[in-house]
């Protein structure tokens, strides 16, 4: 059946309800790094549908996983036990040294969980410590509690009253964390690197305020580690590197590779105070996307794909940074391993667009910051090749500023 990139619009005009603001393209098609759209066009994708594709598309391996797993079960439902849960709660116990999982479906949902599990902790100890403290430029997710943490005015406003007792403390500021909180506080949720307020990795004198905060009031750490886990920045997840010890973490994005998969990650401190039936879900951790996920986490941990992105990371700031140089536009670089922003002394939105034209996908965040988050199996000479394009993008943009 022949579909023209007309009649996909027309359609999605008429029957998808509009909260997205799409660019006029239509990919049917990707390989590795590279995504094809509906006229066959080639585009290098340095943003993996936004830290989703972290084995690039098409990945035969995964391809299989899936394939077979399709063939063989999907869902059973959690009133049952399937073999792979338990796999790869020990895979993630071990990268992340929080020995147990809940498996949700996004990452709004694994932030609802951590949320969720940390007012349960609290109501078992029989403290009443309502408060949460949340960073200004934060995004935690789109459901009332993810949204209640997400400081950006223009997505809490239509939908307030959103959860009481939550506080924002500017990022970075350590004297500002340390004097909110208190015995009230129920926890602390931090990305530690924030990635849709403009990637901004935190200071390691803010985390270790963190630390300090927590250990002197007793409120737990919830690590958003959505965006910035599982390898992105080089590490198996960013906390680790800003010597964070949180109480739970939730990822999602990067988990399945494109299958649908979030997850809480939780020490056995708070998760002694869960029961039966505190929280659930249908779908969570059925057997396609703990299958997806098992491989994902293969080819990260055993595959060497983290040690790679490490690798390639180091050569990509290198050349984001001289790249910086020579555009009076670019304002400042930041970022670790293959999560980079670009803060421009302008909106991002052109640079974007100037960038597609040029066949190279990256993103606008918190409206300056051109952001790229590469599939992590990139090679240093597809980097090149796409910050090349991004380079004659940034002078289309610069030069006629
Ligand atoms: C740090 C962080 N947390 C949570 C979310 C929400 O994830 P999802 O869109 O899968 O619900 C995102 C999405 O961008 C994110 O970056």
Redesign the pocket.
């Known amino acids: 059946m022949q579909t023209t990139v007309d009649d996909v619009q027309a359609r999605e005009a008429r029957y998808i309800l509009q909260t997205y603001r799409r660019a006029p393209i239509t990919f049917v098609r990707g390989k590795g790094v590279r995504l094809y759209d509906a006229d066959g066009g080639e585009y290098l994708d340095l943003l993996s549908g ?2 989703v594709a972290s084995l690039g598309h098409a990945h035969p391996g995964l391809a299989r996983a899936i394939a077979d797993q399709a063939q063989t079960l999907l869902h059973t439902s959690n009133l049952f036990y399937h073999p792979l849960q338990g796999q790869l709660g020990e895979h993630l116990a071990n990268l992340s040294g929080l020995p147990r999982t809940f498996f949700c479906n ?6 609802e969980a951590c949320l969720k599990f940390a007012r349960r902790y609290w109501y078992t100890r029989g403290e009443r410590r309502p408060e949460i403290i949340a960073l200004e430029k ?6 009332f509690g ?1 949204l209640s943490v997400t400081a950006d005015e223009h997505y809490r406003a239509p939908f307030v009253p959103l959860l009481s007792d939550v506080r924002f403390v500017p990022v970075n500021d350590p004297e500002a964390l340390l004097s909110a909180v208190s015995r009230s506080t129920a926890a602390i949720i931090a ?1 530690p690197v ?3 307020g403009g990637v901004r990795p935190l200071t390691s004198a803010f985390a270790h305020a963190i630390g300090e905060a927590c250990s002197k009031t007793g409120a737990l750490l919830i690590a ?5 886990g599982l390898g992105r920045t080089g590490y198996p997840f960013y906390f680790a590197a800003l010597g964070l010890r949180p109480d739970l973490v ?1 990822v ?2 990067a988990l399945g590779g494109g299958v ?1 998969v ?1 997850a809480a990650l939780i020490n056995e401190e708070v998760a002694s105070t869960i029961s039966f039936g505190d929280h659930g879900s249908t779908y969570g951790g059925n057997l396609l996307a703990c299958r997806a996920a098992l491989c994902v986490l293969d080819e990260l941990v055993g595959g060497g794909l983290m040690a790679h992105v490490a690798r390639v990371g180091r050569h990509v700031e290198q050349r984001l940074r001289a790249m910086a140089a020579t555009h009076a536009i670019v304002k400042e670089v930041r970022g670790a391993g293959l999560m980079w922003g670009l803060e421009l002394t302008r909106d991002a939105a052109p640079v974007v667009q100037a960038a597609v034209a040029r066949r190279v996908i990256v993103n606008r965040t918190a409206e300056t910051v051109v952001r790229l988050l590469p599939p992590l199996i990139i090679t240093g000479a597809e980097a090149d090749e796409g910050l090349d394009r991004l380079d004659a993008a940034l002078g289309d943009v610069g030069d006629n500023a």
Do not use: C, L
């Open positions: 936004i830290g996004s990452g709004a949902e694994a932030v934060s995004f935690h997710g789109r459901t993810s990305e924030q990635g849709e958003d580690e959505v965006q910035s939730s999602g994005k649908p979030g």
